[in-house]
């Protein structure tokens, strides 16, 4: 939750990102409380995955500053944000289709027994771990655990990734970029509900989303980007769908505060 006291655990001041002549975003300022989740909304090339990426390390940013508890940090891939607790999941990426979910939860991390004094990977334990941090943490029960990713639906594609994440760092921020687009109903139902879960574990949240009924029903605020600027801040719950969609379309405007 958010409160007016508390510091924010994550700060992105001035973020620029040109691709050549183009100003992908623009001089952005962001702000993220722990356990706390945002929304970044905004019309498509708004900038709100360039800014994303920027926090996970996919772009290096032109000018700007990222802090982490108040300390600057350098984010320079995507290994650097994963050191640091940031991790980002897309629903189509990430995953070996080949791999059963115990295989993709601890993809470059796999858990070794020794026998005879040589390492051999101990499937049994990673089964019995991956299975009980997706009850545990994610909140999913894969009918069957030894699926290859292949056959799994978007959704538990998606609550895989994040008992990885969960899982490889301390996570502190997870960014999902467009978590429900391709989500049917009930699988839309589990994955806010999962975000849900997330926030009450602490970890705070970024979420890119076109979807305005998703944002209220999970977002404590909404950053509103255009033109690769943040042109509105909102907390969702002394705003609407209808005042963030005149900001998304700019019937509104407003001047940018720090
Ligand atoms: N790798 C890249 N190289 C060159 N231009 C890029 C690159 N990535 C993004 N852009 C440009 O930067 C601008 C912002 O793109 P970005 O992907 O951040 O938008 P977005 O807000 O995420 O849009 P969408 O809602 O469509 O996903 C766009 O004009 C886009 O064409
Ligand atoms: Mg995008």
Redesign the pocket.
């Known amino acids: 939750m958010v409160t007016g006291t508390a510091a924010p655990m994550l700060e992105m001041r001035g973020i620029t990102k040109y691709?050549?002549g183009?100003c992908?975003?623009s001089a952005v300022d962001l702000d993220l409380m722990p356990g706390e989740a945002l929304a970044i909304v905004?019309?498509?090339?708004?900038?709100?995955?360039?800014?994303i990426?920027v926090l996970t390390g996919v772009?290096e940013p032109d000018e700007g500053e990222i802090r982490l508890d108040g300390k600057p940090v350098s984010i320079a891939s995507r290994r650097d944000a994963r050191a640091l607790g940031i991790e980002a999941v897309y629903q189509n990426l990430g995953l070996v289709d080949t791999l059963d979910a115990p295989g993709n939860v601890f993809l470059g991390h796999e858990l070794k027994r020794p026998v005879l004094g040589i390492p051999f990977l101990d499937n049994r334990r990673m089964a019995r771990e991956a299975a009980r941090v997706l009850q545990e943490n994610v909140g999913i029960e894969l009918p069957n655990l030894r699926e290859p990713a292949l056959h799994l639906s978007g959704g538990q594609r998606q609550a895989v990734a994040i008992a990885r994440a969960i899982y490889s760092t301390d996570l502190r921020v997870l960014v999902m970029?467009?978590p429900t687009a391709a989500l049917g109903p009930e699988e839309t139902r589990n994955t806010l509900a999962l975000m849900q879960r997330l926030k009450a574990q602490g970890i705070a949240l970024i979420v890119?989303s076109?979807n305005l009924e998703h944002v209220f029903a999970v977002a404590d605020r909404v950053m509103v980007?255009r033109g690769?600027r943040r042109v509105g801040l909102r907390t969702t719950a002394n705003s609407t769908k209808q005042e963030v969609l005149g900001l998304i379309v700019a019937a509104l405007d407003e001047p940018v505060a720090a």
């Not at 905004?42 to 800014?51: E, I, R, Y």
């Open positions: 691709f050549g183009l992908a975003v905004g019309d498509n090339g708004a900038g709100k995955s360039t800014l990426k772009f970029d467009e890119i076109h980007m690769g």
